[in-house]
Nanobody
Framework: QVQLVESGGGLVQPGGSLRVSCVAS????????MGWYRQAPGKERELVAD???????NYADSVKDRFTISRDNAKNMVYLQMNSLKPEDTANYYC???????????????????WGQGTLVTVSS
């Protein structure tokens, strides 16, 4: 079964740094793009950053110059380095991927959009 699993969330003080990671596993032939979204209580899910390759990244205005997204294609992983964290960055962070894989053994390969289960980042003193 193809899935995304995040890790690295936690509690950090304002101005601090944190890195969250996500690994894609299962029957995967290729990954088109990976990204991070977040959802704060009472708010809609929003894009934080996404990446196709190191030369093609996209950031929300609210995190530009503070967050950096990167990929390790050999490991099917995506990272989000978060610096200068603010209380308003508090949210559940979800990994997203558009990949070519299959959900069942022997099933067809096709493009799949997957979401991780989320990891909580809390910025508070």
């Amino acid at each position: 079964q193809v899935q995304l699993v995040e890790s690295g969330g936690g509690l950090v003080q304002p101005g601090g740094s944190l890195r969250v990671s996500c690994v894609a596993s299962g029957s995967i032939l290729s990954i088109r793009s990976m990204g991070w979204y977040r959802q704060a209580p009472g708010k809609e899910r929003e894009l934080v950053a996404d990446i196709i390759n190191s030369a093609s990244t996209n950031y929300a205005d609210s995190v530009k110059d503070r967050f950096t997204i990167s990929r390790d294609n050999a490991k099917n992983m995506v990272y989000l380095q978060m610096n200068s964290l603010k209380p308003e960055d508090t949210a559940n962070y979800y990994c997203n991927a558009l990949l070519f894989g299959r959900q069942t053994s022997g099933g067809p390969y096709r493009y799949l959009e997957l979401w991780g289960q989320g990891t909580l980042v809390t910025v508070s003193s």
